[in-house]
């Protein structure tokens, strides 16, 4: 698949609104990039999070990630290092931390060496406020190195310390999705639930509390799926939340191939999630190969529909929100087993969106039209084996750029000029799900907008770490960014600021069409 970064450069005087590189965090020029803290573990391969997680500069978005340092630790799911870096790839703290002070208990859940203990190197954060207290809680995923079960961890920062806050309950390794995963945080109950304004973490078909207490694994009193025996469950490697349904609804956990329903008694002391519906013409496959997301692609069909890579039939699929059925889908160009999570959003300029999908060989946009097909809009050759990174959008009035990273170059393509290559960026990765963020680290020095990669040469390349871009302050190029991009399935409405505030209920992103995007930043 692909990541995002960057090594070396192109012109030194580049056009205006060209990326430029303003940090690298994990090389050595200058020295103080270099982390001083396990200093071999500098490679990256997962999307990085943007959040003022606290600490200096006060008042700025910082920039999480995992670090790893061979291919060793990638094969056996272990090894990562959670890092924050600021505005300047200065890195500001780090888990686990050998100067980290001794605690006397042990956090909620957790093994008794979890100040050791590391995290699983590919796969993706969330961050927000979710537990009803101040600061942003990180929920990454341990590492399996010392036990025989996945974990959920939540981390604060904390007097210049990353510090583990409790750990989920254990799933056993067979129901866990191993390395590419991405948590997601929401709120599933409601305004009229006693916890209301404390958020939910969903991985998979899972769903946690605000301290990592599982409330519910889906499943179907229908008989479509259990959770021993019988067909599995819809699954997904990316967590996706949203009422689809309709009003009076509680949000929905949307695996790609299936939907759960949530409900909990008046007392909150039971949950359950059923599935509502599935779709059997994706891929069931272990570990699950779908990418979902929420948007309005068909106008004239009430709700929204949900956008589903199956990167097994290399396929993207537009489902019904309400039933599953498939109401269009193309294969994607250049055959093999790929496809990578949707990006959504007006990419041409003409009225209603795109979908923008990579594939093995090529990046494609396409468009839902009136006779219930998907047309490609247009396709640019790439490089990535494995065809399942992600890309983002930067939308505004004057311009809309696509950033997407394959295992060699960073490219930024031209959504309303047919794709038109604007720049492309040396860089390397192995890949996996990632891509590129955009954000504004820092409003207030005018800080309008940044692209954020992260790269890893461990299995050769140029580059490593992760790299923050300039964009010489064109408005055509970044303009003015929000200053957080929380999870891997971001989208506008699913955090309200850089504080990590969650909504209680969340808008609806697909009602107004400058807000009907996923993974587009605004």
């Known amino acids: 698949m692909a990541l995002f970064f960057i090594c070396v450069f192109m012109a030194a005087t580049p056009a205006h609104g060209m990326l430029t590189p303003r940090c690298n965090w994990g090389v050595g020029t200058p020295s103080h990039f270099v982390p001083t803290v396990w200093q071999n573990s500098t490679q990256v391969v997962m999307m990085p999070v943007v959040m003022d997680f606290g600490g200096p500069p006060l008042g700025t978005s910082k920039v999480a990630f995992i670090s790893f340092e061979n291919a060793s630790q990638i094969n056996r799911d272990g ?64 590492d399996e190195l010392t036990s ?8 604060k920062l904390s007097g210049g310390y990353l510090t ?33 304004g404390l958020s939910e973490i969903i991985i998979d078909n899972k769903v946690y509390d605000r301290y990592g207490v599982l409330r519910y694994t889906g499943f179907s009193f229908g008989g479509n799926c259990a959770t021993s025996g019988g067909p599995p469950c819809p699954r997904s490697r990316t967590a996706v939340v949203a009422n689809v349904l309709g009003p009076n609804m509680l949000p929905q956990v949307i695996t790609g191939r299936g939907l ?43 709700g929204p529909e949900i956008v589903v890579t199956d990167t097994m039939q290399s396929t993207v699929r537009v489902l019904s929100s309400s039933n599953g059925a498939q109401l269009a889908s193309a294969v994607l160009p250049g055959g093999g087993h790929c ?19 990579a594939s093995c060989s090529f990046y494609t946009l396409f468009k839902y039209n009136n006779t219930a097909t998907l047309t490609q809009v247009w396709k640019k050759p790439i490089s990535d084996p494995s065809g399942q990174t992600a890309s983002a959008m930067f939308l505004n009035p004057t311009g809309r750029r696509i950033f997407y990273a394959d295992e060699n170059s960073l490219w930024v393509f ?8 604007i720049q492309t960026i040396p860089t390397s990765s192995s890949t996996a799900i990632e891509g590129p963020v955009i954000a504004a680290l820092d409003h207030a020095t005018g800080d309008r907008g940044v692209v954020i990669l992260a790269a890893n040469n461990y299995l050769g390349g140029c580059c490593k770490g992760v790299k923050i871009f300039n964009d010489l302050g064109s408005p055509i190029l970044i303009g003015s960014a929000s200053s957080f991009w929380n999870e891997h399935s971001y989208h506008f409405t699913n955090v309200l600021d850089s504080l990590g505030t969650i909504p209680v209920i969340e808008a609806d992103s697909w009602v107004s069409p400058a807000r009907n995007t996923y993974r587009v930043q605004q």
């Open 260 to 302: 759960y329903e949530s409900s909990i008694n008046l007392n909150n002391s039971l949950w359950s999630g059923t599935l509502a519906w599935s779709n059997s013409n994706i891929t069931n496959a272990s570990p699950p190969l779908v990418y979902p997301a929420v948007a309005e692609i068909v106008a004239s069909s009430p």
């Open 339 to 357: 496809g990578g999570p949707p990006m959504i959003g007006d990419a041409d300029g003409v009225p209603g969106p795109e979908i923008g999908v």
């Open 148 to 155: 025989n079960h996945k974990q959920l961890v939540g981390l």
């Open 79 to 142: 090894g990562g290092v959670l890092r924050i870096i600021d505005n300047q790839c200065n890195e500001i703290a780090r888990f686990p931390d050998p100067n980290l002070p001794g605690v006397s208990i042990i956090p909620p859940g957790c093994p008794a060496n979890i100040l050791s203990h590391y995290l699983a190197p590919v796969s993706g954060l969330a961050a927000g406020r979710i537990d009803g207290t101040a600061g942003v809680t990180i929920v990454a995923v341990l």
């Open 164 to 196: 583990p806050r409790w750990c989920s309950s254990p799933l056993p390794l067979g129901d866990f999705i191993p390395g590419t995963t991405a948590p997601a945080i929401a709120q599933l109950d409601g305004p009229n639930s006693s916890s209301s």
């Open 414 to 421: 031209d959504g309303m000029m047919n794709g038109n290559v």
